[in-house]
């Protein structure tokens, strides 16, 4: 074996390494890269017998006649459950399912990053999206325009919540199903990564007995979960809390939670206007998207409501004049904004497989620089370290990386602040006011996680 492998590795110009593991770390390695590949072909096998069998690919109508044998039992259902089960018990987020000029490709998005998990015949590809439509009871023939849905699975006795879009493409429909572990436990806020300074103006702002709270960041930062983070820490018992959302990730006991339904007329607008009928103390909003819900929101926190949502901004500092753009008058954004919290998710080292590296040369130079940005109020804190930490990839964790954590900002409410809203609402006015503050920038919180031996330096550059 030895002499095949050294063949191998000078055909390929890599080094050859030799390292003694368990037999449990082999069998993990083999799970990790050959679990989803080896139980696919086999299923392959059985469903490219059926399709040569009918002499041609399945087609709605095929799936619709054969009724619920065909559903239950067939290599299809087999070959969709396969690819669910490993991209749950894998970690990931997203599956995509995506067909090309000649294959159809199944990749899993794991701690934010894209990984192409399958590789399969494209004469397949109809027969799977026809499964993962019956399951979410989308129209079978229905290709032309998107359509989305959602099922419920129990998966390694856990009960998982599926999230379906499908999107017409040149070479056929695209599909993205979206995973939501419904029993996964809601963090704390210093588990989705709040620390210091930050998670002590963020403890005070939930105090506050009315008001806006703003998080802002891309889709998939990981917004939701701070705001389900947050509203575990209220008071629930005495106070009637009332969320609207799109959708319901995690339920929360204590807290009426409602989801909206736009097709049917149910909006945020709507939805909010029904909320402010039924007594709230505080109000949770998934989504601040037009000037009508900002409106909404702003004068549910004018009348003694504490309201918390989410915003597309880059940063903090601008959700106020992203408010601004959206109509708000800023004599009404002045006195209601209590917290504007900026949020990205950045992958967190493997604690089993990270390794110590001095730091010196090119990455001491651009640490030292990030550093210098930071006002002497604040750096004069902040000690550079003379070892950072870095990935290796492991039995354990074959991308160095494992699980991810959020970088904050966070703009808190000061008289400073309201006269700027009310004087000039401006991205440099906001950010003197907020150096003032002392708040930290998201890559300047970054920058501590890779202090801390949390995070790799290279994830500053996702950011």
Known sequence: ????????????????????????????????????????????????????????????????????????????????????????????SDIHIEPLKD?????????????????????????????????????????????????????????????VSTFPTFFGEKVVIRILDQEKNIKTLEEVGLSGHSLKIVKAGLKNPYGLILLTGPTGSGKTTTLYSMLQELDREKNNVISLEDPIEYTIEGISQSQVMPEIGYDFANGLRSILRQDPDMIMVGEIRDKETASLAIQAALTGHLVFSTLHTNNAIGVIPRLVDMGVDPFL???????????????????????????????????????????????????????????????????????????????AKSSQLENIILSSPVEPEIFKEARRQEMLTMKENALLKVFEGTIGLEELDRL
């Open 1 to 92: 074996a030895r002499e095949a492998l050294q063949f191998i590795v000078s055909k390929l110009n890599f080094p050859l390494k030799v390292l003694l593991i368990s037999e449990e770390d082999f069998n993990s390695v083999i799970d990790e890269y050959k679990g989803l590949s080896g139980e696919a072909t086999k299923v392959l096998g059985e469903l490219e017998s059926a399709l040569l069998e009918t002499e041609k690919e399945i087609t709605p109508e095929d799936t619709v006649k054969t009724g619920s044998k065909f559903v239950e039992d067939a290599p299809v259902t087999k070959m969709v459950a396969v690819i669910l089960r490993h991209a749950v018990v894998g970690g990931a």
């Open 103 to 163: 294959k159809l490709k199944v990749r899993f998005r794991v701690d934010g990053i894209l990984y192409t998990s399958l590789m399969l015949p494209l004469n397949v590809h109809e027969a799977i999206v026809s499964r993962i439509k019956i399951l979410t009871d989308m129209k079978l023939d229905e290709k032309r325009k998107p359509q989305d849905g959602h099922f419920e699975a129990r998966i390694e006795n856990r009960s998982i919540d599926f999230r």
């Open 333 to 411: 954004i002045a006195p209601t904004l209590v917290l504007a919290i900026g949020q990205r998710l950045v992958r967190t080292l493997c604690p089993d497989s990270r390794k110590k590296i001095p730091l010196m040369g090119i990455a001491k130079e651009r640490i030292e620089k990030e550093i210098s940005e930071i006002p002497p109020s604040i750096r004069k804190d902040i000690k550079i370290p003379d070892n950072i930490y870095q990935g290796i990839p492991s039995s354990v964790c074959p991308q160095g990386a494992k699980g991810r954590a959020g970088v904050f900002e966070v703009l």
